[in-house]
């Protein structure tokens, strides 16, 4: 069954530490593999898309790790900000299809307390 | 920021009210999508479009209807809504026509609130 799992399920940080966030897939065939962040409230903003070729990716403080072979993400935030504080979103993509079938994960929520 | 607006972002209503979700984009995207995604959970599809007079139903069954009359609009609608219909209704659309990569803009999204 393909799933999408990540953790933690929630985490707080004080503001300026670093994290990282985990993400476990079973997709197969494996097209991608995106991370988005979604405000409370708001639709999900796309931080970074990796194929099976790319095994780091940056976006600002943002820096999004995938290990094809464990079928393992990692999303690392450096220097945390108060405005950090959201739900992060690993979504995997097939090749099933002419754009891929999306497998989302639940999220982790991050809050970033002062 | 993305140029797709969905309205109203807030709705309550009464149980077998008829009511429209607006979805609109202004980035000439083909192709148009209608997620679910109630609090702690993952996002579920349910309509998608790839273009004018084209729409399929998603993963996770709907009783709502879509329309693809324009591009630009995308609209959902609930003949008959009842509280199990209560979630947040998000929006999206894609560029690009069988690239691996595509990217997914998201509206912010409708929070349905059925009485």
């Known amino acids: 069954k393909n799933q999408v799992e990540q953790s933690p399920q929630s985490l707080i940080i004080l503001e300026g530490k670093n994290c990282t966030l985990q993400?476990?897939?079973?997709?197969?065939?494996?097209?991608?593999l995106r991370w988005y962040k979604q405000d409370t409230g708001r639709g999900p903003v796309s931080l970074t898309i990796?194929?099976?070729?790319?095994n780091t990716k940056s976006n600002g403080r943002y820096t999004a790790t995938l290990d094809a072979d464990t079928k393992q993400s990692s999303l690392h935030i450096t220097a945390s900000q108060l405005s950090d504080s959201a739900s992060y979103i690993c979504?995997?993509?097939?090749?099933?299809?002419?754009?891929?079938?999306?497998?989302f994960g639940r999220g982790t929520q991050l809050t970033v307390w002062p | 920021e993305a140029d797709i607006y969905q309205t109203p972002r807030y709705l309550v209503i009464g149980t077998g009210k008829k009511i429209t979700l607006e979805c609109s984009q202004t980035?000439?995207?083909?192709?148009m999508y209608w997620y679910q995604q109630d609090p702690g959970m993952e996002l579920h599809l349910i309509h998608y479009?790839?273009?004018?007079?084209?729409?399929e139903k998603g993963d996770l069954s709907s009783e709502s209807t879509v329309s693809r009359i324009r591009t630009e609009h995308f609209p959902l609608t609930l003949e008959s809504a009842r509280p199990s219909h209560t979630s947040q209704y998000l929006c999206?659309?894609?560029?690009?026509?069988?690239?691996?990569?595509?990217?997914?803009?998201f509206g912010s999204g409708t929070q349905l609130s059925v009485l």
């Open positions: 479009s790839y273009g004018v007079n084209s729409t």
């Open positions: 999206a659309s894609s560029e690009g026509f069988g690239t691996t990569n595509e990217k997914l803009f």
């Open positions: 979504v995997v993509s097939d090749r099933g299809s002419t754009l891929g079938r999306l497998y």
């Open positions: 990796m194929t099976f070729s790319e």
């Open positions: 980035m000439g995207h083909d192709k």
């Open positions: 993400c476990n897939y079973t997709v197969s065939p494996f097209s991608n």
